[in-house]
């Protein structure tokens, strides 16, 4: 009897146990292991018809690529001095690349965009100073007209003999929408002011520009417009030498080469305009067949520093016209 009552306990020992270990907890199971989600990084490319150093319209593009990059971390790339001959053979490389976004930095890039983009329908290609159209093609374009009329009134003010120069790179509808303006702005404070209006035909052409300024000069002028790129900083020294004020544009403030010679400089913030290109493709909502027009009243149109020379009355007209322009209390002629 003593032995069964101890096999008995055994046996009720055992099947405790088994119970106790049927009510226990599982153990943890590990959770699959998923790879984070890489974030893709873009590929945006620029291509330039003129140098990027020419503290001008090709040097604000490419502190436009920078900026993308600094605030997205983007790749890029860009090629500069491409002549008309290669423009197709440059966007198509890129787009071959698989470059995302390309910027086409200027009007003349129309008819090779045209020609390129249909046969990467994956590539969004934007193009400034222009209204190409494309299915992958977004266009940018300033409120052109505002920056010459103010720049004449400007310049009708400041003017001591009345005879006002401009010197414009090309005879082309983005530049005569301001020369025209620039006119009617001076006529508008000082009727007696006489614009005369020459062209380069180049953008960059230093020497070409250089015999135009001193062409303008020759003529008695007191004052100069001056609408280019590389040839703007020897023109603003020139006219330093000669003793002529000038008012340049469209792109970097000239303050700093001439603060006793520059009266303001009128302004295109081609970074900002970059910027926003960049910031609708990445939020997925950049469409081809558009084409965006900004000036004053979206900021992408305004004037640089004024010399400490200009009369306040003179600054204030001008900044309070701009004001009544925004209004809607001023007309300037835009067509």
């Known amino acids: 009897m003593k032995f069964n009552k101890v096999v008995s306990l055994l046996i009720l020992s055992a099947l405790l146990a088994v119970a106790l270990l049927g009510c226990a907890p599982a153990a943890p199971t590990a959770a699959p292991t998923v790879a984070p989600e890489v974030e893709k990084v873009h590929k945006v490319a620029m291509v330039t018809s003129g140098p990027t150093n020419d503290q001008g319209w090709n040097y ?13 971390g983007w790749e890029i790339a860009y090629s500069e001095n491409v002549p008309v001959a290669q423009q ?29 983009a249909k046969d990467f329908p994956d590539t969004m290609f934007a193009q400034t100073n222009a209204t190409t159209e494309g299915e992958n093609i977004v266009g940018t374009a300033f409120l052109y007209g505002e920056l010459g009329y103010f720049s004449g009134m400007a310049a009708g003010l400041m003017t001591k003999n009345n ?13 005569t929408a301001d020369t025209d303006t620039m006119a009617l702005g001076a006529k508008a404070v000082n009727p007696d002011a006489e614009v005369n209006v020459s062209f380069v035909g180049s953008w960059d052409d230093v020497v070409k520009g250089q015999q135009v300024v001193q062409a303008q000069i020759d003529r008695g002028v007191d004052i100069l417009i001056i609408m280019g790129n590389a040839f703007t900083p020897p023109a603003i020294e020139l006219a330093k030498a000669k003793g002529i004020l000038v008012i340049p544009g469209w792109t970097i403030d000239g303050y700093s080469l001439g603060p006793d010679t ?3 400089s009128a302004l295109q913030d081609i970074p900002g305009v970059f910027l926003s290109v960049a910031d609708q493709y990445d939020a997925g909502t950049l469409k081809g067949n558009t084409t965006s027009v900004s ?10 520093k004024w010399g400490d020379f200009v009369p306040k009355d003179v ?11 925004l209004a809607g209390k001023l007309d300037i002629g835009l067509k």
């Open 163 to 175: 005879k006002i120069g401009v010197v414009a790179a090309q005879d082309a509808p983005q530049v």
């Open 315 to 325: 600054k204030d007209k001008v900044e309070s016209a701009i004001d009544d322009y």
């Open 88 to 116: 197709q053979n440059v966007l198509r490389q890129y787009a071959q690349q698989d470059y995302d976004l390309i910027f086409a930095h200027g009007y003349e890039w129309g008819d090779a965009l045209k020609a390129v």
């Open 60 to 72: 604000d593009a490419l502190r436009g690529l920078q900026a993308i990059n600094e605030k997205y």
């Open 295 to 304: 000036g004053f009243k979206e900021g992408t149109q305004l004037f640089g």
């Open 262 to 264: 520059v009266i303001t």
